[in-house]
């Protein structure tokens, strides 16, 4: 994909996350790098999270001001100050890395999100980003001058500052990445791309060239926390070319791309897992229309993040009602399912909070039949019983008994021969 | 004064400078003193600085972002990427204030400079205001929402954020008390007041109830930092009655006001003293048109902040030149003027580097006769020998040994009769 408009230099975006900023010689290191593709000649544009530890303090801060006298907890704050507060941050860093690359001579001007302006909806806290006015940037490229953009904040249409939720700065990054019209949009980071599974389960684990914004849209929700989950989903809209790299080492990161460039591709490109969950069954609940709605709906009211379901078809017009949850949200949802016992009529809960997710992941399953079997077959062999299955069209995910998890990871990932270079 | 519209709330402004919000504790404290006011019947506009420490924090990142790699010193560095990064201290503060307001009950937003917009120069780290648009936030108060401005800071033409210099929130307050017609301007800070001496020295010094604009500008370019000159000078012309008071203890503060509104009034009001200055003495200079220029136009361009000059009237076509300096400037302007011998053609510089200037203050010396020679006298009792004299219309300036210093402060009080309440 060439996105290169004739008569100007290719674009780039690079952001960097809290950790490749912590501190000045952070700075200094992610600075090296800016240089380096300033000088192959793209007009850059840099994004910038806060100093690690940074957001932490300042959000320790909002929610102490917010305590009433003599109270533990915080009260309700004010969004819209959270936002002021915890957005400045990242305007200390944007301030820096500009002063930082112009010691080393590369012109460059920090932006706050309300300079370039960034609009956004006005949804304080978690706000979506409606429109980047790139005019202003695109006539500082034409001077020479490259833009270094405060991560995570916008301006709402009444003028106030916004924050668009934690890890919002991928989301930036890609934003402008599509705006601009960039060739490319580097994740800077502190892993060195995205593997096939953890290499902290699984030393054989490779790190893989390429991935589809599909498959890393999947892994990112699994729990493979390289990528906040919007910024992927932006980037696959927009087909933004993303790319995740180390700021520490100078090793070739991998790229979230398109399926159309990965020539080479395994069926199964990975294996995620989720650790803590937990598997909730409600025993003998009436097999009528409009139970899933009145079990899942006060749950969804409670703000219980409902992960998996299965419903066991029953005799007798009875059934067993099967769903997984974050294992630290089961006493969220007993009490949200108490409360509504006589309305949905079952006998007993059950609560097994000993269980792990497993999940095989790859857009090649959807031109080969046989993984799910495959990835049963293995378990089976390895004595791993499975308690339940969901599956999409690009994935296979199983609840499993947590002691089992390392070994299930890796039987699979031996099982699909991810340890393998895919062939041609 | 009266400065209330009719139909309308009366305003106050409330600065409260780093120290008073120096951590959440601190914002609780202060913000109980706006809760206060606005319990009165005011539109309360709250000015505040970023909180003890943070400005030199940012500012020690800048210099050490700007710092060539492996060099001791910091380099030139961008001021327009300064203002953005040390602005980011108020920002905080603001927010968390209107945060600890709200929490107690009192509606308030926080504003950025560039939000409410206050308009400035373009010259960063050290900008004026041209303009403050009230128009959002009287539009606020009528909606019942107090300000917490975000001090130090406003908006350049270019749209870029601009600092006013150190000590800054207190010219943004008066600014805001100005454009806004409030009825007054509290100055909350660490001290309770202005006092006719430094009660450290005379332990008799007294709080002033009031204060003259003039004669608050001569203690605190003399050396009383209790306010920025530049916020003083501003209230002047604008009528701003500046009140000083303790942030941390619930006793009446020093009015700064025109001197109509001040009915009682010694006729000296303060001992101001400057203990590190130095006396330099240019020997057998040409006694012809133009000498001075040719003296003091090489230190001023070094930067040398000359204060007393005296020009002894010589013999044979001429003359000595006498001036004096701070301490820590005379190498500069020893460089300076030995860089310039031959154009200006002395014979020797003597320096003396043990001096310091004791200054007597007041509105009363106008229309009374005798304040210098009552100073002279009453430094002569007590074996005092003056240096170097020069006087203003309110102002009584000399330059004593250092070794003196204490027991001319105590002396020229005790002379005054300042440890006595004034006659009506």
């Known amino acids: 994909m060439s996105t290169q408009a004739p008569g100007r230099a290719p674009r780039l975006v690079m952001k960097f996350g809290g950790t490749s900023v912590a501190d000045l010689?952070?700075?200094?290191?992610?600075a090296m790098r800016v240089k380096r593709e300033v000088e192959k000649g793209y007009d850059v544009t840099v994004v910038v999270s806060a100093m690690a530890g940074e957001t932490n303090k300042l959000v320790e801060f909002v929610r102490n001001a917010s305590r009433p006298e003599g109270a533990n907890h915080p009260g309700l704050f004010?969004?819209?100050?959270?936002?002021?507060?915890?957005?400045a941050g990242e305007q200390v860093t944007s301030?820096?890395?500009?002063?930082?690359?112009?010691?080393?001579?590369?012109?460059?001007?920090?932006w706050m999100g309300w300079q370039v302006p960034v609009r956004t909806t006005d949804a304080h806290g978690a706000a979506r980003i409606t429109e980047i006015e790139t005019t202003n940037l695109e006539r500082k490229f034409g001077e020479g001058l490259h833009a270094?953009?405060?991560?995570?904040?916008?301006?709402?249409?009444?003028g106030r500052i916004t924050t668009l939720g934690r890890?919002?700065?991928?989301t930036t990054a890609v934003a402008f990445a599509a705006a601009l019209g960039a060739e490319r949009c580097d994740i800077y980071t502190d892993v060195d791309g995205v593997y096939t599974t953890d290499p902290r389960i699984e030393p054989?684990?490779?790190k893989l060239d390429r991935i589809a914004y599909e498959e890393m849209l999947e892994l990112?929700?699994?729990g493979a926390k390289v990528l906040q989950t919007r910024s992927v989903e932006l980037a696959m809209r927009y087909k933004v070319r993303l790319q995740v790299l180390s700021s520490f080492e100078d090793v070739p990161g991998t790229l979230v791309c398109d399926e159309e460039e990965i020539m080479e591709q395994n069926v199964v490109s990975g294996i995620a897992y989720s650790r803590d969950e937990a598997k909730v069954t409600l025993v003998k609940v009436p097999d009528r229309p409009g139970i899933a709605a009145s079990i899942f709906g006060p749950l969804a009211r409670s703000g219980v993040n409902v992960d998996m379901i299965v419903q066991n078809i029953g005799a007798d017009g009875m059934t067993d009602m099967t769903f997984s949850l974050g294992k630290d949200e089961i006493a969220k949802a007993t009490a949200a399912l108490e409360g509504e016992k006589a309305a949905i009529g079952w006998t007993d809960i059950v609560i097994d909070d000993t269980v792990?997710?497993?999940?095989?992941?790859?857009?090649g399953m959807r031109s080969h039949a046989g993984v799910a079997s495959k990835m049963f077959n293995a378990l089976a062999a390895d004595g791993v019983n499975i308690k339940v299955i969901t599956t999409s069209e690009i994935k296979v995910s199983v609840l499993i008994d947590r002691r089992y998890l390392e070994l299930a990871v890796r039987s699979l990932h031996a099982a699909f021969g991810l340890e393998q270079e895919p062939a041609a």
């Open 204 to 206: 054989k684990a490779r």
């Open 356 to 363: 792990a997710k497993v999940s095989v992941v790859g857009i």
């Open 220 to 222: 990112a929700s699994l």
């Open 95 to 110: 301030g820096l890395m500009a002063l930082t690359l112009q010691e080393m001579g590369v012109p460059a001007r920090s």
């Open 167 to 170: 890890g919002g700065s991928d």
């Open 25 to 30: 010689d952070r700075i200094r290191n992610a």
């Open 148 to 158: 270094v953009i405060a991560g995570f904040q916008g301006i709402a249409p009444d």
């Open 78 to 87: 004010d969004s819209r100050e959270y936002d002021a507060v915890v957005a």
